[in-house]
């Protein structure tokens, strides 16, 4: 079973592992279970549970209490503070500040619990990004805000001086903002295709000979944004994933070659020429490339192992190898300053399957406005107001407010949160939409039994071969639920035109893994009772996946492998 890891800066044991050396080595995260996100600073690591849990180890060790937390779409860090983007719009911030680096209005610290940034409450926030001492806030009108330490103010665009709230920095149209947990630069793109950079660039960092003297962002020459999928932005050194392919730029030893003076212009880093590289994660001159062999590249200052076994400084790219390290497995790359964290982030990833399923109105048992759903579904989520829901849709919000309100229904999703906020003041004021978890609403609907027009038939004996199906067991489910999850009875559905009620399940497992698999595909967790026998949950559903060709990202298999672990079950291989 893949096991997170951590290595580099382990300051009071930060990493979270059972080991307290200063200069660690790949090691085991043994402290947290089941990570949804992190947030790694100089000073701490927070981490976020599956459950919702929140932790923090370094300086201050302690639980922290935050009901938010798995509302949690983005979180950026800096050298000691760190930004979240909420599923809603909302953004909190936590951690160190001397400058008003979270862009609330102050310069106070926040260590008890993160903390909303009213500030920001009028404003549609859609991403965030953080350098060394700054932050930086788009909004969905692709204006760009900046809040923390002078140093990257444009103070040719704004009045100079440190922001202790975040501030608009006007004349300029944003599409996407980079930077790093110890950069002292930061790189946007413009909703015109071209790329800028401003800040320290003594190296060339920025991807050109630039001057700043005059507090204008540069354009960097020879990007384009349309080919631009990510960039990272370092100490002294920025490195971009562009045509798939990996280029640097700035201080000679932290940009992956053998060049003996520092590189101006962004450079393809040619000991990964021909490699796909899907992402990248850096800290202060460190950088770790995944590319799409699920292979890992690093190179940079390594002075606190940050990089791994090696010398202070891998100068130019190599292959990160460690016992550790299962390429098969889905994982993600989180780098602090001068630390690197592998992990699997535990997704939900029925959000992206029910929305697919509402925006290709297959399925449906209502019209709203114009716009196809599911009763079940309206129902839950808004806490069994369906038929006030419907009148209120239908009467008085039109079609583009009702899209909004059934992509929330159906995801989470949020892009316009005063319609959200406007059409629940209606339903039921007391409904706080922004908290509520699409997957505890759809763990309800599995137990409402009633529900379900649509059954798995299936012989639990396999020594008989009689098809009639009379003598089949059925298994109740929603119709809709095994179009949104399963991409083999999607097409089987949109290729039969009759309204199926049942189907015959042929993949010969038995109906106590077909009643697990069902139920998994409402809460994405495998429940025993005394009555399962593990050994067979496990065996049968280890192809489930493959099988029934479910979202990659959907957890089951991480979900087979914590089963595996619990019961000590043995496998062939």
């Known amino acids: 079973m893949f096991k997170p890891f951590a290595f580099g800066k382990n300051t009071n044991n930060k990493l979270a592992t059972n080991k307290t050396e200063r200069k660690l080595l790949p090691s085991v995260i043994t402290k947290v279970d089941s990570i ?106 692709n204006q760009m805000y900046v809040s923390g330490l002078q140093a990257l103010i444009p103070h040719g665009l704004i009045p100079s001086g440190e922001k202790v709230q975040a501030t608009l920095i006007p004349g300029i149209k944003v599409s996407r903002i980079f930077g790093g947990p110890k950069a002292r630069h930061f790189m946007y793109t413009t909703t015109e295709g071209k790329l800028f950079g401003y800040g320290q660039n003594d190296y060339g960092q ?199 309100f059934l992509k929330w229904v159906y995801s989470s999703q949020i892009s316009d949160r005063q319609t959200l906020e406007s059409i629940f003041k209606e339903i039921d004021p007391n409904i706080k939409f922004f908290q509520k978890l699409l997957i505890n609403d759809i763990s309800q609907i599995f137990k409402d039994q009633e529900s379900m027009n649509f059954a798995l038939l299936i012989k639990d004996d396999e020594e008989e071969d009689d098809d009639d199906d009379e003598e089949l067991e059925e298994l109740p489910v929603h119709k809709w639920m095994l179009f949104a999850r399963s991409g083999m009875f999607r097409e089987l559905f949109q290729n039969v035109k009759e309204d199926l009620h049942s189907i015959r399940d042929y993949s010969n497992k038995s109906v106590e893994s077909l009643e697990v698999f069902l139920k998994f595909l409402y809460t994405e967790k495998i429940e025993l009772t005394a009555d399962h026998d593990p050994q067979l949950i496990y065996e049968e559903l280890s192809d489930a996946a493959e099988y029934y060709q479910l979202n990659p990202n959907c957890p089951l298999k991480y979900a087979l492998e914590l089963l595996k672990s619990e019961y000590n079950i043995t496998t062939e291989n």
Not at 58 to 76: F, P, R
Not at 263 to 270: A, G, I, N, P, R
Not at 294 to 302: C, P
Not at 331 to 351: E, V
Request: proline share 3%; aromatic share 10%; glycine share 8%.
């Open 36 to 141: 949804f996100d992190i947030a790694p600073t100089e000073k701490f690591v927070f981490f976020i549970t599956k459950t919702g849990e929140c932790k923090m180890f370094g300086d201050s060790t302690k639980d922290i209490e935050w009901k938010e937390s798995l509302l949690v779409k983005k979180v950026s860090v800096g050298m000691g503070h760190c930004v979240f983007l909420m599923q809603n719009q909302q953004v909190y911030g936590f951690g160190i500040q001397n400058g008003g680096q979270l862009g609330m209005g102050n310069k106070d610290s926040v260590l008890d619990r993160p903390k909303l940034n009213t500030k920001l409450s009028d404003v549609n926030i859609v991403d965030v990004m953080c350098t060394q001492n700054n932050t930086f806030f788009l909004d969905d009108k």
């Open 206 to 404: 920025c991807g050109g000979s630039f001057r700043f003297t005059t507090g204008i962002p540069c354009e960097v020459p020879n990007i384009e944004e349309r080919h631009l999928q990510d960039a990272w932005c370092g100490n002294c050194s920025t490195a971009l994933i562009y045509k798939n392919q990996l280029y640097t730029a700035g201080y000679q030893n932290f940009i992956g070659s053998e060049s003996s003076t520092s590189v101006k212009s962004f450079t393809l880093v040619e000991g990964l020429k021909g490699e796909t590289i899907k992402a990248l994660s850096g800290g202060s001159s460190h950088v770790v490339v995944l590319t799409d062999k699920n292979e890992l590249y690093v190179f940079g200052y390594n002075n606190e192992r940050q990089l791994g076994e090696g010398p202070d400084t891998i100068k130019v790219v190599k292959r990160f190898t460690t016992p550790l390290f299962e390429p098969t497995m889905p994982f993600q790359i989180k780098c602090g300053p001068y630390c690197t964290l592998i992990y699997n982030r535990i997704s939900i990833a029925i959000n992206d399957d029910l929305l697919h399923l509402y925006e290709s109105g297959t399925i449906y048992d209502v019209t709203v406005n114009g716009k196809r759903a599911i009763k079940a579904l309206i129902d839950y989520r808004t806490e069994r107001n369906l038929d006030r829901t419907l009148e209120l849709l239908n009467n008085k919000f039109n079609k583009s407010q009702t899209d909004e």
